[in-house]
């Protein structure tokens, strides 16, 4: 697995300098940080909500929808790009640790084609 899946630390950089800026690494806990992507998801859902299937398919390009999905996806990562910045956790690691168990979890021989959770598949 590559090292670094994502180049995040640019943008965890950008973000601590914006936080300095304003000097509001006092509001940036880790429980302030976490509350603020998750209302960040609930505007990303909040789009798609009753979208038919087809709907959400083309909202990235659809023009209602396109430059509010991809905002909201934008505000999504910079909370957890910054939330992981404050917890010191590398996420770049962290994501290619996580991929790369998931990728056992997941064996593709088991589990290609099917949405079966892993503790459901069959044993190889
Ligand atoms: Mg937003």
Redo the contacts with the bound molecule.
Sequence with gaps: VEKSLINVDGAARALRKFAEERDWEQFHSPKNLVMALCG?VG?LTEIFQWMTEADSRSAASAPKTAGAVR??IA?VALYLIRLADVLEIDLNAAVAAKLAANAAKYPVEASRGVSTKYDQLPKS
Excluded: K, S, T
């Design positions: 960040e505007e905002d909201e505000d």
